[in-house]
């Protein structure tokens, strides 16, 4: 079975307005590199959550980053609920975000060095 996977990347080229910018270049640093998304992700989190998951994952400030990131995302009263987590180095990170499009998933980010990819539990 194939998987559709899309490109995407938080940075925005400066003269081409809307435009997508592949990474080309190669990283031995985890998670930065050419992005994926799956059709899973694309059809049920709206824009703003994909690009806050994948700047939560750029930010963290840990020694290592674990090649898989885990986001439980749940509905809450007042927008969206994130919990942020890996394996090792032990790390969790909790966030609330007010909005109107809030979800209930499990996302995972997959990063084997070459790119990395965010798609949902259900899909791996």
């Not at 938080?10 to 031995?28: K, Y």
């Not at 694309?42 to 930010?59: D, E, F, G, K, S």
């Not at 969790?92 to 109107?100: F, N, T």
Request: glycine letters at 4%; one cysteine or more.
């Amino acid at each position: 079975m194939t998987k559709e996977v899309y490109i995407i990347s938080i940075e925005a080229p400066g003269n081409i307005p809307g435009a997508l910018l592949f990474h080309q270049r190669r990283s031995t640093k985890m998670f930065e590199n050419q992005k994926f998304l799956t059709h899973g992700i694309t059809a049920q989190l709206p824009l703003w959550m994909i690009n806050m998951l994948w700047l939560m994952i750029l930010t963290m400030e840990v020694s290592e980053k674990d090649y898989l990131q885990v986001f439980t995302l749940t509905k809450a009263p007042t927008g969206q609920h994130i919990v942020h987590e890996q394996e090792q180095p032990p790390y969790r990170y909790e966030l609330d975000v007010p909005c109107d499009d809030a979800v209930d998933a499990k996302v995972f980010v997959i990063d084997d060095l070459t790119h990395s990819t965010m798609l949902l539990a259900e899909e791996y």
